[in-house]
Structures are given as structure tokens and as C-alpha cells.
T-cell receptor, first 112, second 111 residues
Framework: DGGITQSPKYLFRKEGQNVTLSCEQNLNHDAMYWYRQDPGQGLRLIYY???????QKGDIAEGYSVSREKKESFPLTVTSAQKNPTAFYLC???????????FGEGSRLTVL | GENVEQHPSTLSVQEGDSAVIKCTYS??????FPWYKQELGKGPQLIIDIRSNVGEKKDQRIAVTLNKTAKHFSLHITETQPEDSAVYFC??????????FGAGTRLTVKP
């Protein structure tokens, strides 16, 4: 089935460690996105990529990094510079620049 | 930039009743307004969307209305069922990467 796969679903990290969240899509979508979701808040955009080998910062990019070496993959690294990394992270994609976003099932990161 | 406010934050209704969730936006240039449903532990899924050239759109038990003058749009769910229980998010955008989400409404439908 076509869709977006995020892994791991749950992740625990010690302070000071970098961690990478995986996002893979087989929908042949050009654009991919990373959002952060905190309780009582809407989704906030971290990074997005409209095409392979290109990506742009969103509203809350500080402390995060991404790469887009393949159309299907858009991994997110949460670095030790991110002050409050505990959150639910959502990856999304869409075929072009407008319209419906298709979301993965999310990765919950907890920093101990 | 765009700012989206969503009310109420929680909503509890009896099965069979209607539910209404309201959102306001700040940028009059916004032209795309989707609604997403998020079930526990899952990613959001689009349930309905509307563009600024349309005032109302309906899909079975759900409908969205848009008032461009007042800069608000609403989600209406009729004949609610327990499986409608979820968190609902509204969003507004001008361009693709400017999509702004509301804070969400947790809807509980009591059997």
C-alpha cells in the first residue's frame, strides 16, 4: 500500500545526544514536510523540501537538521542544540505545492 | 504571517447531536482551508477542505462554511457517532508552505 512510514514510533534519548527520525514515502510525492506537535498547540513547521537536494527552514528550525538525497526519504535529526525536544513529530508529503497533506503516523520523542 | 485561532478546545456532545468547530484567520490573502482529523496515536487525515472561491462544501455528514469578510470558517458534523471522537484541526494557507494550523479541538461523542 502507498503511504508514509515514520520510524521509530517511540524514541527515548538522553540529553546531549542527537537522534534521527526516519520518514519514507512511496507516493511519488515531490514535497515533504516535518511538523512538531505539542499538547494544546497546532502543528508547527520545522523544515520542508519541495524537490530532491533542496530544503528550506520552517518556523522552528533551530536545533534541527534534514537532508533530501532521495525523493522517497526525508530524515530529521534532532540535535543537542534543540532546547526542548520532547514532542510528537509528524512527517507529511504531497504531490505538488498545494492541496492535501498526507501524514505519517508520527514519532514520539522523549528526552530523559 | 498568518495566525489561526480555533474554538472550542474541547467539545462533548451526545451521539446523534451536531458538533460545530470554529476557526478564525488573520491574513485575508489566505485561500485554502483544510480540516484534519487526528485519532489517538496517529497522524492527521484530511476530512474536508474548501477554497476561498466557495462559501460552503458538504460531504455526507460533514460540511465546512467560509465567511471571507469575517475571516472565519467552521466545521459542522451532523448526526455524530462515537467514531467521530478525535482531535480536529483547522488550517489556512496562501501558499503551500505557509499553512498554519489551529490548536485543535478534542471532540468526544458520548453514546
Amino acid at each position: 500500500d502507498g503511504g508514509i512510514t515514520q520510524s521509530p514510533k517511540y524514541l527515548f534519548r538522553k540529553e546531549g545526544q542527537n537522534v534521527t527520525l526516519s520518514c519514507e514515502q512511496n507516493l511519488n510525492h515531490d514535497a515533504m514536510y516535518w511538523y512538531r506537535q505539542d499538547p494544546g498547540q497546532g502543528l508547527r513547521l520545522i523544515y520542508y523540501s519541495q524537490i530532491v537536494n533542496d530544503f528550506q527552514k520552517g518556523d522552528i528550525a533551530e536545533g534541527y537538521s534534514v537532508s533530501r538525497e532521495k525523493k522517497e526519504s526525508f530524515p530529521l535529526t534532532v540535535t543537542s542544540a534543540q532546547k526542548n525536544p520532547t514532542a510528537f513529530y509528524l512527517c507529511a508529503s504531497r504531490p505538488g505545492n498545494t492541496g492535501e497533506l498526507f501524514f505519517g503516523e508520527g514519532s514520539r520523542l522523549t528526552v530523559l | 504571517g498568518e495566525n489561526v485561532e480555533q474554538h472550542p478546545s474541547t467539545l462533548s456532545v451526545q451521539e446523534g447531536d451536531s458538533a460545530v468547530i470554529k476557526c478564525t484567520y488573520s491574513d485575508s490573502a489566505s485561500n485554502y482551508f483544510p480540516w484534519y482529523k487526528q485519532e489517538l496515536g496517529k497522524g492527521p487525515q484530511l476530512i474536508i477542505d474548501i477554497r476561498s472561491n466557495v462559501g460552503e462544501k458538504k460531504d455526507q455528514r460533514i460540511a465546512v462554511t467560509l465567511n471571507k469578510t469575517a475571516k472565519h470558517f467552521s466545521l459542522h458534523i451532523t448526526e455524530t457517532q462515537p467514531e467521530d471522537s478525535a482531535v480536529y484541526f483547522c488550517a489556512a494557507s496562501i501558499r503551500d508552505n505557509d499553512m498554519r494550523f489551529g490548536a485543535g479541538t478534542r471532540l468526544t461523542v458520548k453514546p
